[in-house]
C-alpha cells in the first residue's frame, strides 16, 4: 500500500510523538522520588530559607549585577569608541584592554581587584565597599565584551546616518551621542541581555571577596545552607532564586524589541 | 561665520581628488552663484557625486581649493561645523534618523546645533514640513512613509537649518518612478523662492525646466555647461551628445548593441515632449 504525502508526514511526526513520551516516561517511572525529594525537596528546608533568599540575597545578587552592568556598560561604550577612533594609540590600548580582560577568567579579575587595589592604594577604599568591587571587578571584565558587541553596533549603523548628522551641523561627538550610539544600542539591545544574564550568574563569585550575612547573594547562601542542613533543597531553591530574575528579564527585553521594531 | 554676499555661493579651483590611485576629480574649475540652480549630469563614475560631496567636504580634496559663501572649506582650520550650518544636504538614501520621529528628525539639530528651544524648534519644523506637504505626518517614524515621503522629510529637515545653499545628490534615484514627482515638485518650488541650488541628477526634464545652467561631466572633468537649451538641446561636444542619447533613448542604443562606437551624426534626441512629472 502506497501512503500519500499527508499520510507518511502524518504517520512519521505520531511516532516521534511516541518515542519523545516513552523517554519521559521511562525516566519518570525509573526514578527514585522518595529519595529525590527527600535530597532536593525537603519543605522544611525550604520554608528556613525564607525570607532571607529574597530579602538579602536575591536583592545583592540583583544589585551586584546591576552595578558590574551599569559599569561595564559606560567603560565598555568608551572602549567601543576608543577602538574606532582615529587616534592609533586609542586603538591600541583599547585593543590590549579587549584581549587581555577577555582571556581572563572573571574569578581572577575580582581577586585582583578585591585584594590588589587594597594593597595598591592602602589609603583609600574602594567606594560602596563589597558592591563597589564587585561591580569594579565583574564590570572589567564585561566592559572587554560589551566593547566588542557596542563596536560591531555601531558599525552596523549606516555610515549615511553620520553624514547626515554632520551635514546639519552637528559636532563629531554630538552625532555621536544623539544619532548613532542610540541606533547602536538598539541594535545590540539582545547580545547586551546575554551578557546581563551573563552577570547574574557570575555575581556568585562575590564569595572570593568574603561576603558577610548582610552582602551574602544567592548561590554562596544556598551553599552556607547545603552545609549547614547537610541537604541539597537550598540549591535547588537558589536555582530557582536565579530563574525569578532572568526570566522576566527576557519578557521585558522582549517587549522593548517590539517597541523599538517600528523606530528601526 | 564671515559671509560675503558679493562672492559666489559656491567657488570651486583646480579641484583634484583620489581614492587611492584612482583619479576621480582631474582639474575642475566651478562656481555657483547667488540664488542660481545648477544641475549637474554625467555618466556613473563621471565624478559628480564626488564633486557635490567635495563641497560640503564630506570628502577632502587632494588638491585645490574650494569656497562656500566665501569661506574656505579647504583651509585646515576651517571650523567645518559652523559653515555646515549654512549647507543643505540631500542624500540618494535620504539618510533620516530612523530612531526618531519626522518632527525630531527636524528638530534635534535646530536643538543642539543651533540652540533653539522647543517650541521655536517645532514651529520651525512644522512649517517646513508644511512646505513639502508632510504636515500630518509629523508624528510617523521614517519607516512608516514611502521613499518619495522620506525624501521630502530629509529636505523640510535640511530646510529647519535655514542653509544658504542646498546640495542635491541624485535625490530621486532611490525612488519608485511614481514617487519621484512629488520630490521634484518640492525642489522646483525651493528653486523658485530662490535658493541657490547644486543638484546632481538624471532627471533631465528637471534640468532643463528648472535649472539655470547645466553642467556635463565626464571622466572627472566638466566637458562643456551652460543655459539647459544649448547643453540639452544643442551640446557642442560629442561625449555629451553621446550621453544623452543613452539616456534619453536607451532602448534605440540597447537594439544597436554598441553604443560608445557609432556615434550619430544626428544631434541628440530631443527630449520627450510629454512630461511625465508634471513639471
Known sequence: MKLRRRQRERLSLGLQYLVFIAIIATVLVAADWDRLADAFFRVDIIKSMFPTIITVALRNTILYTLGAFAFGLVFGTILALMRLSRVAPYRWVATAYIELFRGLPALLVLFLVGYGIPIAFPEREIPGGVFGSIAIGLGLTAAAYMAETIRAGIQAVPKGQMEAARTLGMSHFTAMRTIVIPQAFRIVIPPLTNELILLTKDSSLAYVLGVTAQTIEITKFGRDMLNDRVNATPLLVAGLAYLVITLPLSQVVRRLELRYAKAR | ?279
Open chain 2, 1 to 279: 561665520m564671515t559671509t560675503a554676499p558679493s562672492r559666489p555661493a559656491v567657488e570651486i579651483r583646480d579641484l583634484h581628488k583620489s581614492f587611492g590611485p584612482l583619479k576621480v576629480l582631474k582639474g575642475i574649475d566651478f562656481e555657483v552663484g547667488q540664488g542660481e540652480v545648477v544641475c549637474v549630469i554625467g555618466p556613473s563614475g563621471s565624478g559628480k557625486s564626488t564633486l557635490l560631496r567635495c563641497v560640503d567636504l564630506l570628502e577632502e580634496p587632494t588638491a585645490g581649493k574650494i569656497w562656500v559663501n566665501g569661506v574656505e572649506m579647504t583651509d585646515p582650520d576651517v571650523e567645518i561645523d559652523a559653515v555646515r550650518r549654512g549647507i543643505g544636504m540631500v542624500f540618494q538614501s535620504f539618510n533620516l534618523f530612523p530612531h526618531l520621529t519626522v518632527l525630531n528628525n527636524l528638530t534635534i539639530a535646530q536643538r543642539r546645533v543651533l540652540r533653539r528651544g522647543r517650541a521655536e524648534a517645532e514651529r520651525v519644523a512644522r512649517a517646513n514640513l508644511e512646505r513639502v506637504g508632510l504636515t500630518d505626518k509629523a508624528d510617523a517614524f521614517p519607516a512608516q512613509l514611502s521613499g518619495g515621503q522620506q525624501q521630502r522629510a530629509a529636505i523640510a529637515r535640511s530646510l529647519s537649518m535655514e542653509p544658504k545653499l542646498m546640495l542635491f545628490d541624485e535625490p530621486t534615484s532611490a525612488l519608485d518612478p511614481e514617487l519621484v514627482g512629488d520630490v521634484l515638485t518640492v525642489m522646483r518650488k525651493l528653486a523658485e523662492d530662490g535658493m541657490t541650488m547644486m543638484v546632481v541628477t538624471h532627471e533631465m526634464a528637471f534640468a532643463r525646466d528648472v535649472a539655470d545652467r547645466v553642467v556635463f561631466m565626464d571622466g572627472g572633468v566638466v566637458v562643456e555647461q551652460g543655459p539647459p537649451q544649448e547643453v540639452l538641446g544643442a551640446p557642442k561636444h560629442e561625449r555629451t551628445r553621446a550621453f544623452l542619447s543613452r539616456v534619453l533613448d536607451p532602448t534605440h542604443v540597447a537594439q544597436l548593441g554598441q553604443p560608445d562606437q557609432s556615434p550619430s551624426p544626428s544631434p541628440a534626441p530631443s527630449l520627450p515632449t510629454d512630461d511625465r512629472h508634471n513639471l
